[in-house]
DNA sequence: CTAGTACGGGAACGATCGCTCCACAACTCG
DNA sequence: CGAGTTGTGGAGCGATCGTTCCCGTACTAG
């Protein structure tokens, strides 16, 4: 009971996430996200808790949104699987395409932006990081098990380069590499594959 | 003439580096910066004119330091150019050996946190990130030159996906990976030359 | 209708932000 | 010595920080 919401939580979520990841944590203001939101302070509290708290709703629903994207491009099955790597890393490089700079990763720039320090959020980025993982390595697997991929192929460490590579990767883009260039960092990678 | 100095700047720098690297320019006040350079205020905005400008000298100690460092490692003439690349990636990722977190790579650090908008800084980031692929660039010529690497190997190729590796390995440090799955991504880039 | 409850708007809390100002101290030069 | 110059210490500026509180509002339950 009692007065009905004016706003739909979730959309609140989504705008506080691409505020947060364009100008990561510490840069961005309650009051900031208040006037991206269209909440006032109590709202803002009452709903979230407080910022950090918002900060946590705001690196799940990335981590949920862009996973189900991610797994999207990178359940089909009907091309070879070197293919569907490339085109997947691509699309994590090129993910906002329209003019303004890039924001990168949200969870990289947490990730940097904040270290090891606050484990509430160090959990989630390292959450992250191991699906990002777990899909290379399974994508590899079934690479190898089709016989596009070499017998004796090394997933471990393939795992290990692709997924250092995507990290690098996502630096550059917030950073504002050339599309070119890591397109050419993600072919090297591919084909070192065998 | 008129009164002398009762503080070393450049060792101020010094500290004001390792602060800024290890909590990002947003999460850094003016005040934790005065205690850490036992600075006042007025010795502080006298000497460095304002924070921000403390940053770019931060951020100009840190490449001049690292880059002396990394040339000192890179210059070693009478070892392998793989063995040479290897030791040098490996040292990126263990900087700081001591105990704490990682730090990470303050350029990398600085990029994902203020992405392209402050033009004098990502201008000293970007030549950071030249300096590293030059220094790539001319290991693997070395390389090809000696005949230790193929003749027909991609040196542009490489040089972007080893620099896109060295990043996301930076990355990877913040966030306190182990070094054993780092060494191993290392490895597999090196093996990845041919 | 009334009582109870959750929300909206916004003033305002104490703390901290980046930064300035000024009286005083410590030096060089004539 | 005194005049000139620069650094030091620290109070304190206005602005903004994250957060709270209060009151009027919009709803449900009885």
């Avoid at 939101?37 to 918002?54: A, V």
């Avoid at 490089?93 to 949200?106: A, I, K, L, M, S």
């Amino acid at each position: 009971m009692g007065r009905p919401r004016q706003f739909d939580e979730q959309d609140a979520v989504v705008r506080a996430t691409e505020l947060f990841w364009r100008r990561g944590y510490h840069a961005t203001s309650v009051r900031d996200l208040g006037d991206e939101l269209k909440l006032t302070p109590s709202s803002l509290y009452r709903t979230f808790t407080d910022k950090h708290t918002l900060f946590l709703r705001a690196l799940d629903h990335y981590r949920a949104t862009e996973s189900a994207q991610a797994e999207r491009l990178l359940a089909v099955d009907d091309r070879p699987v070197r293919d569907v790597l490339r085109d997947w890393m691509l699309w994590l490089v090129t993910c906002p395409p329209d003019g303004e700079p890039g924001r990168g990763c949200f969870v990289v720039n947490t990730a940097t932006e904040l270290g090891t320090a606050d484990a509430r959020i160090s959990e989630r980025t390292e959450a992250a990081f191991e699906v990002t993982r777990q899909a290379l390595r399974s994508l590899l697997l079934k690479g190898r098990g089709q016989g596009e991929l070499a017998a004796d192929l090394d997933i471990d460490g393939a795992v290990e380069l692709l997924f250092t590579t995507v990290l690098g990767l996502r630096v550059r883009e917030r950073a504002g590499h050339g599309r070119a260039a890591m397109a050419t960092a993600i072919d090297v990678a591919v084909r070192a594959l065998g």
